[in-house]
Structure formats: C-alpha cells, structure tokens
C-alpha cells in the first residue's frame, strides 16, 4: 500500500494547480435562480468556498454594480466563508473577464485551472468562461453550484460551456480530486466534514 509521491505536473486539478472564482452571489441574482432550490444552491456554494479554504486554494471574488448602488454584496454567509481577507472586486461588465482588476488577480494567480460558480450560468459563468478558454486555460464549472434563471437556460449554457471545452464537475468529485490520497491526512476531518455537510456521507458513521 505504497502511493507515488505526490505529482508536481498534474492533468487532475490538485491544489496547487487550481483557482477558485465566485462571481456575483448577490441578494438579487440568488433571488432570481429557478434551476435549482436557492437554499441548497446558498450551501453546496459555502461547501465549495471551504473546501478552496481547506486545500489553500486561491479565490477571487467578485461582484457587480454595488459601486453603482445598483445591487448589493455578496451575500454574508458566503462573504464570510471566503474571509475577509480576500477582495471582492466590483465591475460594471456582465463579463467578469472584461473587467481589468478582475482580469489581472486571475492572472496573477499564475494557475491555468480555474474552478467557476457563477450565477447566472447562461451570462456570468458563460461568458468569462469561453473567454479563458479562448486565452488557453482550463475552466471547470462546478455544476452543482451555480444556477439559472430557469432550467432550460441552465442546462443550455453549460452545454454551450462545454461543447466549448469546459470541463464539468461536481463538489463530491472536486473533494475526491483535490483530496486524492487519504495519507494527506492533515485535510482528511476537513473533508469528512464537509462531505457529511453535502449528504455524501450519513452523519451516522
């Protein structure tokens, strides 16, 4: 029972490989998501901010017309899953990608795999997503996270996202992919906990 040692080059994401963004989990765009029910989609997006949090992963937050005085910040459970610490930039653009200051934090990432929660999925995630694409990275909505205005609209852009290229996940396969080998034990409780937060695993165990 002898595992390689961990990959320095790795296909899979990993978390030395990946970047997070979160983009406009607002009062208004949640109020208007009719893909999915808003209260799992408010918990599987925490599960997905702490799991960033847990394997050190960076993440890039971002919003839309709170400058204006349009729409209001991130909502504050999520606000406060990500910390304080991290910026939250505000756009004018529809397109997070066409935004400068957001644009430049997913570079200086220096990651070329970045994981995407968007809402919606037919505008934010679509469009900054073909964008990075275009520009050669690899995007990974994670699909059960985000949300549309309806289901069809949903389902249609993340067909359009992936016939793109995409690459769809899911939070149990993220938490296995960045997990990857139970000897990293320093993250297993982390993991536990928040699978069983998911319905994953019985909180009878």
């Known amino acids: 029972m002898t595992s390689y040692a961990k990959r320095i080059d790795d296909e899979l994401l990993s978390p030395e490989n990946t970047v997070l963004t979160v983009i406009d989990y607002q009062p208004t765009q949640i109020n208007s998501i009719n893909s999915m029910n808003r209260s799992e989609l408010i918990r599987n997006t925490e599960i997905v901010i702490k799991l960033a949090k847990l394997y050190n ?3 890039v937050l971002s919003t839309v017309n709170v400058e204006k005085g349009w729409n209001t910040d991130t909502i504050p459970v999520l606000k406060k899953a990500v910390g304080e610490d991290v910026p939250s930039y505000d756009r004018s653009s529809i397109n997070a990608w066409e935004d400068q200051e957001y644009n430049a934090a997913i570079k200086a990432t220096g990651r070329k795999k970045i994981l995407i929660l968007a809402l919606w999925t037919e505008a ?13 990275y690899e995007v990974y909505p994670i699909v059960d996270a985000v949300g549309g205005t309806s289901p069809i609209a949903h389902e249609t852009a993340l067909r359009r996202v992936e016939q793109a290229g995409a690459q769809l996940t899911s939070i149990p396969q993220l938490a296995c992919e960045l997990q990857r080998d139970w000897n990293r034990e320093e993250t297993v409780p982390g993991f536990d906990e928040l699978m069983t937060q998911f319905g994953a695993f019985s909180n009878l165990r």
Do not use: H, Q, S
């Not at 934010?124 to 050669?136: I, Y």
């Open 57 to 59: 992963i960076p993440i």
């Open 124 to 136: 934010c995630l679509t469009f900054p997503a073909l964008d990075a694409l275009k520009e050669g």
